[in-house]
């Protein structure tokens, strides 16, 4: 519940995940928000938890404006592990290269602000 409630933790400021999709997807193009809604995928641990995929459907349609039900949230098996398998294709492409690379001995030598020499 405090997924979509955060207020029950104390976290009155903070939108429930249903809220923060939402407003997420209404800063997208116009022309891609109908895709985007028919898109939303769940993924990692929480995500795994009973009835979540339907919850979050149902609280997402009543957000849209009347008439418009389009929301699919697709919750894949794999989830728990759907980041770390992204993150293994995206290293494995040649195009990531190892520009994007942060070496143990750069990142004593250098500390955390070595990661924005990525902005480059």
Known sequence: EVMFSPGLLGQ??????????????????????SELYRNIFLVGGNSKLPGMDLRLREEMRRLLPRGVRVVRVNAPLERKFSVWIG?????????????????????????PSISHRLKR
């Open 87 to 111: 993150g293994s294709v995206l290293a494995s492409l040649i195009t990531f290269g190892s520009r994007m690379w942060i070496q143990r001995q750069d990142y004593e030598e250098h500390g």
């Open 12 to 33: 009155h400021e903070a939108p429930g995940i249903h809220t923060a999709t939402h407003q997420s997807l209404t800063h997208c193009a116009l022309d891609t928000r």
